[in-house]
């Protein structure tokens, strides 16, 4: 186990609270290569559990899965030119192998749409073919200037679901799809609220006609862009000349989507549930969703241990993930280390509990410390884990609807908003503002308080009726915050 020292508090230094959170708890480590971060057990097994429960919501709305290779030939990336630019300034290439030049620069892929529509090209023929509903998991490359483990790294982890339609309706429908299958699993599985909504022009994913998101607000404050899903109109499919025959014989472009989440899903459980005590994790994707810990005197520990080992194989055959700690590390060291590490319940026995027949609980989320007897101890502690994932979920909503602030109509306004939160020392949290449209009025905004528009949503808490920056009526409303 680690070594135990109290973590930097968050009120204190939230990004140094963040940093030592995710290595105590044993989730990554910096790896040896510029900007890279090693997944470690735990880390990675919240990501196979991401990608568990993403899986079955794309299969059962008719993806599947595939894979392309890594290297992208830079003609491909040519082909789109809004696609290249938006992505040049964070390409690594490949200029040589085995020792000798390459005649065409290798790209490592930054996304796939290009590849992706090569093949699309060849496969897709006519409208028998269409729908194409495609999904890979894959490690994508983008040479990032600053970088935050899970956030943003150099190499990372994600999918990338490519869609080609027949027509519009059906791929919007399509990319509309995906980012309610994004919001409902982060709800339901990550316990994270989010706000969907339309990203602006200048936040929009290049070579995409229209891009959306989905937005979590972090427990300073920030804002997380966690998934977006692109209707990419026709423009990849002229680049690719993906064509198809339509039912009356007449030769069409076909068009595309894109959507993707990443391990950034990861930043956002630590920083979204975590405290000062360390990572606290939703008991759906927790690895270890309980930790049992015997208490008393080695004298006793045997008589302890009979009750305590029936206990342990009655919850993981019911299917809990459960953990037991018989090291010889006090129990204080040991409450300290699982609550660091973020593991929902702990199962504490000792020899009056077992003279009882019962045991202790107690809960990650809230601290409170309970008894139950042993008798029907796997449904008491299954009970208690959907309210610790329900609760986990409420406390969540309440933080963002807490610090998000729907009374702010100018820019000045705005400054003394901030200014009156960083000189109180609180949180300045997200800021609901009218917006006329225009790409200055959001620059400026940028450009004065380092706030950024997250994302038009689709159900704002009220409407705007002047732009914040301008004071000219306003076209949309949309969330403004520091982010990620």
């Known amino acids: 186990m680690s070594e135990q020292r109290k973590l930097t508090a968050q009120s204190e230094d939230f990004s140094a609270w963040y940093l030592e959170a995710i290595?105590?708890?044993e989730l990554m480590d910096y790896a040896p290569v510029r900007g890279c971060i090693i997944f470690r057990p735990d880390g990675y097994e919240l990501w196979e559990r991401i990608q568990a429960g993403l899986n079955e919501r794309f299969k059962a709305t008719g993806h599947r899965n595939a894979y392309f290779p890594m290297l992208i030939p830079e003609s491909f990336m040519q082909k789109e030119k809004e696609h290249i630019e938006g992505f040049n300034p964070e390409l690594p290439w490949v200029t040589e192998a085995g020792g000798e030049k390459l005649e065409e620069r290798l790209a490592l892929r930054p996304t796939s749409e290009t590849i992706i529509g090569h093949m699309y090209?060849?496969?897709?023929?006519s409208y028998r073919d269409l729908p194409m509903l495609l999904n890979q998991w894959a490690n994508v490359f983008r040479w990032e200037k600053r970088t935050l483990p899970f956030l943003r790294t150099s190499e990372?982890?994600?999918?990338?679901?490519?869609?080609?339609h027949a027509d519009e309706a059906e791929a919007r429908e399509e990319t509309m799809r995906m980012l309610d299958i994004y919001a409902e699993f982060a709800a339901t599985e990550m316990a994270v609220p989010m706000v969907k909504g339309q990203k602006t022009p200048s936040e929009r994913f290049a070579g995409a006609v229209d891009t959306y998101s989905i937005e979590g607000m972090m427990r300073d404050g920030k804002a997380l862009q966690a998934g977006t899903s692109h209707y990419l109109g026709q423009n990849f499919a002229q680049g690719f000349d993906i064509k198809f025959l339509d039912r009356d014989n007449q030769l069409?472009?076909?068009h595309t989507t894109s959507w993707g989440v990443s391990t950034r899903l990861i930043g956002a459980l630590v920083m979204v549930h975590g405290d000062d005590k360390g990572v606290a994790l939703p008991p759906k994707l927790a690895p270890t969703q309980v930790v049992m810990i015997p208490i008393g005197s080695p004298k006793l520990r045997e008589r302890v241990m009979e009750?305590?080992?029936?206990?342990?194989a009655a919850l993981k055959e019911a299917g809990v993930r459960v953990k037991s700690d018989v090291s010889d590390a006090t129990p204080g060291f040991k409450f300290n280390e699982w609550e660091m590490r973020g593991v929902p319940l702990r199962l504490e026995l000792g020899p009056r509990d077992v003279d009882s027949n019962q045991c202790v609980l107690v809960r990650?989320?809230?601290g409170e410390k309970?008894?139950?007897s042993l008798d029907n101890i796997v449904a008491r502690v299954k009970l208690l884990l959907d309210e610790i994932q329900l609760n986990m979920y409420q406390r969540a909503l309440s933080f963002r609807v807490s610090h998000s602030h729907t009374h702010i109509n100018s820019l000045a306004e705005l400054k003394e908003h901030i200014a009156a939160k960083e000189a109180a020392g609180e949180i300045a949290g997200w800021v609901l503002a009218g917006w006329c449209g225009d790409d200055d009025c959001e620059a400026r905004v940028k450009e004065e308080v380092k706030f950024t528009?997250?994302?038009?949503p689709f159900g704002p808490p009220t409407e705007k009726s002047h732009c914040v920056t301008c004071g000219q009526a306003a076209v949309f409303t949309l969330w403004l915050a520091r982010a990620y």
């Not at 090209?121 to 023929?125: N, P, T, V």
């Not at 009750?307 to 342990?312: A, E, L, R, S, T």
């Open 156 to 164: 990372f982890l994600w999918q990338e679901g490519h869609t080609a």
């Open 23 to 25: 290595q105590r708890a």
């Open 307 to 312: 009750k305590f080992d029936g206990v342990f």
């Open 370 to 372: 309970t008894t139950a």
């Open 453 to 456: 528009s997250r994302n038009i």
């Open 121 to 125: 090209s060849k496969w897709i023929q």
């Open 252 to 254: 069409k472009l076909v």
């Open 364 to 366: 990650r989320d809230t």
